[in-house]
């Protein structure tokens, strides 16, 4: 036992980078050099955070996040740490190996200490360096509706509603009489914060030959200061990627490097339940069963000799231990729809669109103050104060943009065989919602 631990001892002193140190023989004794920096001759938005150390160049952040609304600016390339593959989970409580994770199996790495323990952790963004732009005049005639749905457009809607419902006839649809028509056209105000978040953790996979840089570059880089070629405006979208200068070799500490764990099928054994007696030993109509010979149980296939290959290190014996960073964009929506003084359902104007009326984008929009329609101002300062408070302080906000819609909104009244009925026509698509259709059959789907 004691010269397993005496070679364990070696191996680890043989791994090279350690976090903190680098294992170089003609570094020995000299002090770190500071990382110098990757990007000359680019201006930061955002300075450095208080955790850069002294002395030591920051990674540097693009100049505007959408440069004329078209950004070209992208990540460098940073030394691959073979994320094409999937991390390995590290042991966990439970689980057959050798031993649990040491103490030391994370960390400390300059800038990101304290993050031991795997978790995720979102990081606040910089201090703001946007204010709203320019306040764009709104349109002001309060008058402009759309007009009227004609009779044609209005029967055929309603005609293909009754063919889409399996229980309803369309004849009220074909010889209904129109009797009047109403128009409750209303707005719908729409705001887009298009944000970034920045959340590491530590990931492990198994040793793929990759080398490791902890101190190899300095001081790594904090998550703000890394560059990353940002998606398309206000869609969703995620990316992953290493931290520079977080990766390190380790002993694998689910098989102590010796790329076999005992076998969690047969806890070590061997041996198995029999599959076609269900341990019984007996089959039936046999007086033995044939596949484990009346023993109950068989050979194990899921191992050999009571072994299976490492899943922490795919055999191998050592693992990559690294930083990963992991930018989130997503695209908020605050939405309002205006009262429209009807017994209509609001919520089915989210299926349809309108007619546009305004539109307004920038890095961070004014709110509206000049709307003919009270409830949209007020809407629209009470979407952006809310978006603010949530996500200015765990997110940055990149780009916003808001819109108001005209919603076509109209009830039709008529008769069918002399009695009188409703619908109601809304949206650009021209659907169609009533609650009193006339024909209706039982079906039974058998």
């Known amino acids: 036992m004691?010269?397993?631990?005496?070679?364990?001892?070696?191996?680890?002193?043989?791994?090279g980078n350690y976090y903190g140190s680098v294992a170089q023989p003609h570094l020995m004794g000299q002090p770190s050099q500071p990382m110098m920096n990757a990007y000359?001759?680019?201006?930061?938005?955002?300075g450095p955070p208080p955790s850069q150390s002294m002395g030591a160049a920051p990674f540097v952040a693009p100049v505007s996040p959408y440069p004329n609304l078209n950004s070209s600016l992208a990540a460098p390339t940073y030394p691959p740490v073979g994320m094409d593959s999937p991390s390995a989970p590290l042991l966990g409580p439970g689980a057959i190996g050798p031993t649990a994770p040491s103490s030391d199996m994370f960390g400390p790495v300059p800038g990101y200490e304290g993050i031991g323990d795997n978790s995720g952790r979102f990081l606040p963004p910089p201090p703001p360096a946007l204010i709203p732009g320019p306040a764009v005049p709104s349109p002001e005639n309060a008058e402009w509706t759309i007009p009227c749905i004609?009779?044609?457009?209005?029967?055929?809607?309603?005609?293909?509603?009754?063919?889409?419902s399996c229980c309803y006839g369309t004849s009220p649809a074909q010889?209904?009489?129109?009797?009047?028509?109403?128009?409750?056209?209303?707005?719908?105000?729409?705001?887009?914060?298009?944000?970034?978040?920045?959340?590491?953790n530590w990931q492990t996979?198994?040793?793929?030959?990759?080398?490791?840089?902890?101190?190899?570059?300095?001081?790594?880089?904090?998550?703000?200061?890394?560059?990353?070629?940002?998606?398309?405006?206000?869609k969703d979208d995620e990316k992953k990627?290493?931290?520079?200068?977080?990766?390190?070799?380790?002993?694998?500490?689910?098989c102590m490097g010796i790329g076999k764990t005992t076998c969690t099928k047969c806890a070590g054994t061997g041996r198995v339940q029999c599959t076609w007696c269900h341990g019984t030993g007996h089959r039936d109509g046999e007086d033995s069963c044939s596949t484990c010979q009346g023993h109950g149980t068989e050979s194990c296939r899921t191992c050999s000799g009571a072994m299976q290959c490492c899943q922490g290190c795919s055999g191998k014996g050592k693992v990559v231990n690294f930083i990963q960073l992991t930018v989130t964009?997503?695209?908020?929506?605050?939405?309002?729809?205006?009262?429209?003084?009807s017994d209509f359902q609001t919520d089915l104007f989210k299926k349809v669109t309108g007619e546009k009326l305004f539109t307004d984008e920038q890095h961070l929009v004014s709110p509206l103050v000049t709307f003919p329609k009270q409830s949209i101002n007020k809407a629209s300062q009470d979407g952006q104060n809310e978006h603010y408070n949530t996500f200015s302080s765990t997110s940055r906000i990149l780009r916003q943009r808001q819109t108001i819609e005209l919603l076509p909104l109209t009830k039709v009244h008529y008769t069918w065989k002399e009695n009188p009925y409703s619908y109601f026509v809304y949206g650009r698509e021209n659907k169609v919602y009533t609650t009193n259709y006339p024909q209706k059959c039982c079906c039974v789907l058998l």
């Not at 004691?2 to 791994?15: S, W």
């Not at 457009?153 to 293909?160: G, H, S, V, Y």
């Not at 990627?241 to 689910?254: L, Y």
């Open 40 to 46: 000359p001759g680019v201006n930061t938005m955002y």
């Open 175 to 200: 010889d209904m009489v129109f009797k009047e028509f109403t128009s409750f056209n209303t707005y719908r105000y729409r705001l887009e914060t298009f944000t970034e978040s920045r959340e590491f």
């Open 205 to 234: 996979k198994p040793f793929d030959g990759h080398a490791a840089d902890v101190g190899v570059h300095g001081t790594p880089p904090q998550p703000w200061d890394i560059p990353v070629q940002y998606p398309a405006l206000f």
């Open 329 to 341: 964009w997503k695209n908020n929506i605050f939405e309002f729809v205006a009262d429209h003084n």
């Open 241 to 254: 990627m290493p931290v520079p200068g977080t990766s390190s070799i380790k002993t694998c500490p689910q």
């Open 2 to 15: 004691l010269e397993r631990m005496e070679e364990h001892k070696l191996l680890r002193n043989m791994e």
């Open 150 to 164: 004609s009779e044609d457009a209005a029967k055929e809607a309603f005609l293909q509603y009754a063919k889409e």
